[in-house]
Structures are given as C-alpha cells and as structure tokens.
C-alpha cells in the first residue's frame, strides 16, 4: 500500500457538508476521500461503457424481426 499525501483546493461549504458526513459514518476526511474516488472512477468507467454499447446499436441497429425467435421462450406469468 502506497501513502499519498494530496493537497486539495476546496471551499468551505464542501469541507462543512463532508465533515457532517463523515461523523455521521464515524470516519475520517481521508477514508472518505478514498471511497469517493474509487465511487466515481467506477462510475466513469460505466459512463464509458454504455457509450461504447451505445455506439455498437447505433452503428449496428437492431433489426425489427431480431428477437422474435425468443417470443415462444417468453414466460410473463400470465397463465
């Protein structure tokens, strides 16, 4: 594990709102820096998923008969 002391510039009402939080969670400023980063590295790797898969329909759309061979596998719980 690696120590990494990092600066940031912040303004106070975040600090305040943050400082809330994490006695809330009996925490520290630092364990909850680290959860937030890894939070939204993993959203901006999603992000960038579901371009890509919106990139891949759009470039190959689905066509209107695609999926009707799976219609008789269907079960909606109606009977």
Do not use: C
């Not at 990494?4 to 975040?14: G, N, Q, R, V």
């Not at 809330?20 to 909850?32: D, E, G, P, Y």
């Not at 190959?60 to 008789?72: G, H, N, Q, R």
């Amino acid at each position: 594990m690696w120590i990494i002391i990092a600066m940031m510039t912040s303004d106070d009402e975040l600090v305040a709102t943050a400082d809330k939080i994490v006695k809330k969670l009996k925490t520290n400023r630092s364990a909850f820096a680290l959860v937030a980063l890894r939070d939204a590295m993993r959203q901006v790797n999603v992000n960038m998923l579901e371009k890509r898969h919106k990139k891949g329909y759009e470039r190959y759309p689905v066509v209107k008969t695609e999926f009707d061979v799976w219609e008789s596998e269907q079960e909606w719980g109606d009977s």
